[in-house]
């Protein structure tokens, strides 16, 4: 068998240090996620991205990563990745346009369609909790989230 046989086709990463206030709307999105066992969907979480998540990105219809975000006019912001080697290339964390270009570069091929979902928080102190605006924008992120990984399962037997 193959490392992509058997694979959900779906990949959702959640990024973020649950110990730091609003940098926790990944790892707890993820949390939110996993209780719903949605099928072909894989959830993954991490405090940082690392190079060797390009292995788990092998043969998926689709990424997603889940981040948190000090910008933005809205509750989240969904967008598609560019493919980009940036400034965090060379360091230990990739950014997710970095781990797309490493993707192309060890495969020699194009990345599979790659989406942030990036959720707007406001404090990150060590040892805070998550605020409830943050909460709140995470609540809806998830709700339109849940929409793009159930389209279509109605229509399925």
């Known amino acids: ?8 086709g779906r990949l959702v990463i959640g990024i973020g240090n649950p110990s730091r206030g609003d940098d ?13 066992n949605l099928p072909d969907v894989e959830l993954l979480t991490d405090f940082q991205l690392q190079v060797e998540y390009l292995l788990d990105m092998e043969g998926r219809e689709k990424v997603i990563f889940i ?3 000090l910008t933005g006019d809205g509750q989240f912001a969904y967008s598609p990745v560019i493919t980009l080697e940036d400034h965090s290339f060379t360091s230990h964390a990739l950014s997710p346009s970095a781990l ?7 495969f020699g091929r194009p990345p599979p369609p790659s989406f942030v979902l990036a959720i707007r928080a406001y404090e ?3 040892g805070a909790g998550l605020s409830v605006a943050a909460n709140n924008n995470m609540e809806a992120a998830l709700r339109f989230l849940i929409g ?3 389209v279509g399962l109605a229509a399925q037997p």
């Open 100 to 106: 797309l270009a490493a993707y192309a570069r060890h």
């Open 24 to 36: 926790a709307v990944g790892p707890l999105a993820i949390e939110r996620l996993e209780a719903l």
């Open 67 to 69: 981040d948190a975000s």
């Open 148 to 150: 793009q990984l159930t």
């Open 124 to 126: 990150f102190e060590l």
């Open 1 to 8: 068998m193959s490392r992509v046989e058997g694979r959900a």
